[in-house]
């Protein structure tokens, strides 16, 4: 099993106080022979739909020595980790947590990395790991 990112348990705790239900983690995925480690799933409850919304998280920290090499590892492992979902739990959508900061200096303001989630269809939330909050979904979540 691979090791926990440095901020996991303040994802976890963030995504509890949004709502969510951890259900699984890690999320483990056996597909091909391959065995896939998500970070995290989590279920939601949508009383006005009467259903049950369900997410897979992958946690990244882009504390890497280059942020442009960090990118390619987290939307590389998104599309392999969206690949297996898609077949095997097509009701769980794929987030990558990224600290708030990271999400405001580089999702937010850098045309590449925009481009980047835009065409790959990225789905991204960012979080606060002083106080363990989720503070913002992209796209916006209803």
Same mark, same amino acid.
């Given at each position: 099993?691979?090791?926990?990112?440095?901020?996991?348990?303040?994802?976890?705790?963030?995504?509890?106080?949004?709502?969510?239900?951890?259900?699984?983690?890690?999320?483990?995925?056996?597909?091909?022979?391959?065995?896939?480690?998500?970070?995290?799933?989590?279920?939601?409850?949508?009383?006005?739909?009467?259903?049950?919304?369900?997410?897979?998280?992958?946690?990244? *920290?882009?504390?890497?020595?280059?942020?442009?090499?960090?990118?390619? #590892? +987290? $939307?590389?492992?998104? /599309?392999?980790?969206?690949?297996?979902?898609?077949?095997?739990?097509?009701?769980?959508?794929?987030?990558?947590?990224?600290?708030?900061?990271?999400?405001?200096?580089?999702?937010?303001?850098?045309?590449?990395?925009?481009? *980047?989630?835009?065409?790959?269809?990225?789905?991204?939330?960012?979080? #606060? +790991? $002083?106080?363990?909050? /989720?503070?913002?979904?992209?796209?916006?979540?209803?």
């Amino acid at each position: 099993m691979p090791a926990l990112d440095k901020f996991h348990s303040a994802v976890r705790h963030a995504l509890e106080k949004d709502g969510w239900t951890i259900t699984h983690d890690p999320l483990t995925l056996n597909f091909g022979g391959e065995r896939l480690f998500i970070d995290l799933g989590a279920e939601q409850i949508i009383a006005a739909e009467k259903g049950t919304r369900k997410i897979a998280v992958e946690i990244k *920290t882009f504390a890497g020595l280059s942020k442009v090499s960090d990118l390619q #590892d +987290a $939307i590389g492992q998104c /599309v392999i980790c969206r690949v297996a979902l898609r077949r095997l739990q097509p009701d769980r959508v794929l987030y990558l947590a990224v600290p708030e900061a990271v999400l405001q200096e580089l999702f937010q303001n850098r045309e590449l990395w925009q481009a *980047t989630v835009t065409d790959e269809n990225i789905r991204l939330f960012g979080y #606060d +790991a $002083i106080t363990e909050e /989720v503070v913002q979904w992209f796209p916006t979540t209803n």
